[in-house]
């Protein structure tokens, strides 16, 4: 046990990586990890390093530490937050796994709806700790962290803190970590993020994320994204698209367990209120085992206004009797009030004469010629370019790489009657071809 | 109370003291103590209209807060905002007891809700009778016509 001090005092004073990585591989070792899990030992090796100096030791030790009482869970939170707040970013890059899995212990600890806020800070100050140690900083790294973050967020219901610090970067690249479980959460927990705040696009696009992600397997975070993703499809638009994208095996073992959900889709489709109503009444108990039938509720009121703007689009004045008869509204003055309800929400452009009972419909009067649209347009062009840079940056890189050249040109050697066509540079080839026969 | 808070509830900066109020409850929460802002927080997210954050905020609200008078009374007015059910969120409001400084805020929040309101009918309506108007609005008669005056349309 002393020796493990020594070797961590000794090891940690150098901070150089090589020296890092050692002593790493020394704590890690079965013997000595069970060495430090007898009982006191990890207590009084708590009591002899510190964060700022021997960074990597405490991350580790943090890992092994139990949490199985409560005395234990106090000791192990307050060590965290000293580690979150003194260690040395650039150590933690070596123990990223052993970090993560503190952060997640961190984030079960405080995973009771009552104690959730208490954690969303130091979490949130782990994840920014961990990001300010790569160089350059890169906000838009995903990390095991972000899905135990926005799960705390979720328990405490602080879905705006979520979308100001955690979802408002674009991901642009994934951290390197095997267990693919917590990055399929990110996005399941985002979509839910955005469904509490009725941004259901968002809401659509991160479901969708993760059922469509290569996999060679569907897991139940998949499944739960899916028939969230059916319902919130139905409430922003009425009908379901864009499933192309997902590998088609999970497309395949995904229809037959959630048969009750594509059923509902499909009655949807028929634009029938009391249809869907019977529908969704037959299945509450499915619904509801799922905590969907909240979502379903909402689709069910959100079938109403997809009504009223079919209406729209055929007639330009109608009697409010009228549109109460054709969607099924329990009268007129139903009919007014979610008219009104929906004019409030920017979703029909109408004016309703209450004298007469009737409703005008009108066009969209946007001109398109004010400030604000044309400086919303250079935000989307820019934001198009962006992506474009993004995308060939990727093709680039994907180009160069050594794996890639040698299935090529492994594939030309078998005489493969297409030549290489998709490298337009010729720079680019030579310099792919040098650099895969020189050996580096 | 908090002199920021004050300051910022006292010239109506209400969106800057919501950011306030927010950092005043993660910092409370994470360091294990009490947030006494609780109803300022949620009578600010209804003058704003923000009711989803108004919402969240009733569903994380400890036991403590929830059983609290003033903070069940706020929440029903934002209950009948939620549900625009117009003539009794100023009932709810008139039937508000509390404090000074919270019955500034509900009277904030009549007012808010009724400029909303009225900019709503402008834009929904081409005609409406004048006893509706008062209803929707909680206003007599000549004061509706006088608030008209400046919306007048095209």
Redesign the interface.
């Known amino acids: 046990m002393d020796k493990l001090i020594g070797a961590i005092h000794q090891y940690s004073g150098t901070s150089k990586e090589a020296d890092l990585l050692l002593l790493k591989k020394l704590l890690e070792e079965p013997a000595n990890k069970e060495s430090l899990h007898k009982m006191g030992n990890l207590d009084d090796a708590f009591g002899l390093i510190n964060p700022a100096s021997h960074t990597v030791a405490y991350v580790i030790l943090l890992d092994y530490l139990g949490v199985r009482s409560q005395a234990e869970q106090l000791k192990f939170a307050q060590y965290a937050r000293m580690l979150v707040a003194e260690c040395n970013p650039k150590h933690l890059l070596l123990v990223d796994r052993h970090y993560f899995s503190v952060c997640h212990k961190f984030a079960s600890l405080f995973s009771t ?2 104690q959730a ?2 954690g ?3 979490l949130h100050a782990a994840l920014v700790r961990f990001q300010s140690g790569f160089n350059p900083v890169d906000p838009g790294k995903l990390t095991p962290i972000h899905a135990d973050l926005l799960q705390l967020c979720i328990l ?6 979520a979308v100001n610090n955690v979802l408002n970067t674009e991901i642009s690249s994934v951290v390197d970590y095997e267990n693919s479980e917590a990055f399929l959460r990110f996005f399941y927990y985002a979509g839910i993020v955005y469904t ?3 941004n259901f696009p968002k809401a659509i696009a991160n479901f969708r994320m993760v059922f469509s992600v290569p996999a060679n397997a569907i897991s139940a975070i998949a499944l739960e994204a899916y028939k969230k993703y059916l319902l919130c499809s139905l409430i922003e638009s009425g009908q379901v698209s864009g499933t192309k994208v997902a590998p088609n095996m999970v497309m395949r073992a995904l229809r037959p367990l959630s048969a009750v959900y594509q059923e509902y889709v499909s009655v949807y489709s028929s634009h029938d209120t009391d249809n869907v109503h019977k529908y969704a009444m037959a299945h509450v108990e499915a619904f509801k085992k799922d905590r969907n039938f909240g979502l379903v509720k909402q689709s069910i009121a959100a079938l109403y206004r997809h009504n009223v703007q079919r209406q729209t689009r055929t007639y330009v004045t109608l009697p409010l009797k009228d549109i109460a008869d054709v969607v099924k509204l329990p009268g007129a003055s139903a009919a007014r ?1 979610l ?3 929906m ?2 929400d920017g979703q029909v452009r ?7 009972g009737m409703v ?1 419909f009108s066009d969209d009067a946007e001109a398109y010629d004010t400030m604000a649209s044309a400086q919303r347009l250079a935000g989307r062009i820019h934001d198009a370019a962006a992506l474009d840079r993004a995308l060939k940056a990727v093709d680039r890189d994907l180009l160069l790489d050594r794996r890639y050249i040698q299935r090529t040109q492994l594939s030309d050697a078998k005489g493969a009657a297409a030549s290489i066509n998709y490298v337009d540079d010729d720079d680019d080839m030579a310099r792919a071809i040098a650099l895969s026969t020189a050996n580096v | 109370m908090d002199a920021n808070l004050q300051n910022m509830l006292a010239s109506g900066a209400y969106a800057e003291a919501v950011e306030l109020c927010e950092k005043l409850e993660l910092d409370a929460a994470s360091d294990a103590g009490n947030f006494a802002y609780s109803d300022v927080l949620l009578a600010c997210y209804l003058i704003l209209n923000d009711l989803d954050s108004a919402r969240f905020l009733w569903k994380r609200a400890p036991v403590t807060v929830k059983a609290n008078e003033q903070f069940k009374g706020l929440w029903v007015i934002g209950a009948n905002m939620w549900q625009r059910k117009y003539a009794a969120v100023y009932a709810a409001c008139d039937a508000f007891n509390g404090t000074e400084q919270q019955r500034a805020l509900v009277m904030a929040i009549a007012a808010s809700f009724r400029q909303r309101t009225i900019t709503l009918i402008a834009k929904a309506f081409s005609s409406i009778s004048l006893a509706e108007c008062c209803e929707l609005t909680n206003l007599q008669a000549p004061d509706v016509l006088k608030s008209w005056h400046p919306l007048s349309r095209q």
Do not use: H
């Open positions: 709806t009552a806020l208490s969303i800070r130091l405490a219901r602080t879905y705006k803190f509490g705040l009725r009030s008219i009104v309800r004019v409030e109408a004016s309703i004469n209450a004298r007469d005008s």
